[in-house]
């Protein structure tokens, strides 16, 4: 459960509806307020394959929770010197699976 952002909640479930999800979303914000949680959960909606997504229980959604889908990538924020980023080899190889 995502408490707190019913506004945001409300916004994205009528763009999943109506098929008008967007190519990318920004989530940002302190930590831990369910920002990936939200993340998780979307990428189960747009996979879904029940009549009421995010269902938790079909194939997708189980390969997205478990990290194995091929279409969900989730990429880790390095800390290096204080610094928060992600590396270039990172984005290597994110372009590389893309490309396949």
Request: charged fraction near 20%.
């Amino acid at each position: 459960m995502l408490v707190g952002h019913e506004p945001v909640l409300r916004l994205l479930e009528r763009a999943l509806v109506q098929g008008r999800l967007s190519h990318a979303y920004l989530l940002a914000g302190p930590a831990h307020v369910g920002k990936g949680t939200l993340a998780m959960r979307m990428a189960q909606a747009a996979n879904c394959e029940s009549d009421v997504p995010p269902c938790g229980g079909c194939a997708p959604c189980k390969r997205i929770q478990a990290g194995r889908h091929a279409d969900v990538v989730v990429l880790e924020v390095e800390e290096q010197a204080g610094h928060k980023l992600i590396s270039i080899d990172t984005v290597r190889d994110l372009l590389h699976q893309a490309s396949l």
